[in-house]
């Protein structure tokens, strides 16, 4: 079982950036996600990358948000830059049951335990 360690989040004010951290146990080439949740809504997928560095957004965040990894240190990152209020919720992120690459939930199998951003405008 691969164990995940967030971290990276806080309060920033609208237009500011912030990068995440995903840490992971070991090493994996399973595709790995970044997800949001906020009060009262779904799980939602935010970004993609798989183990040739693919990578896909949504739609809400384009332009805006970079996920990327180190192989070497088993880390996934977000960079997140000009941030709005509406981007305000618990980041987490993911390991896919699979290489292939999807923003929906059920097909994560391993999960960290969150890191919350603030956003205030």
């Known amino acids: 079982q691969v164990q995940l360690v967030e971290s990276g989040g806080g309060s920033v004010e609208s237009g500011g950036s912030l990068r995440l951290s995903c840490e992971a146990s070991?090493?994996?080439?399973?595709?790995m996600a970044w997800f949001r949740q906020s009060p009262g809504k779904d799980r939602e997928g935010v970004a993609t990358?798989?183990?040739?560095?693919?990578?896909t957004y949504a739609e809400s965040v384009k332009g805006r948000f970079t996920i990327s990894k180190d192989n070497a240190k088993n880390t996934l990152y977000l960079q997140m830059n000009s941030l709005k209020p509406e981007d305000t919720a618990m980041y987490y992120c993911?390991?896919?049951?699979?290489?292939?690459?999807?923003?929906?939930?059920?097909?994560?199998?391993?999960w960290g335990q969150g890191t919350q951003v603030i956003v205030s405008s």
């Open positions: 990358i798989d183990s040739t560095d693919s990578t």
């Open positions: 993911a390991i896919a049951v699979s290489t292939a690459c999807s923003r929906g939930a059920r097909m994560y199998r391993n």
């Open positions: 070991r090493s994996t080439n399973r595709c």
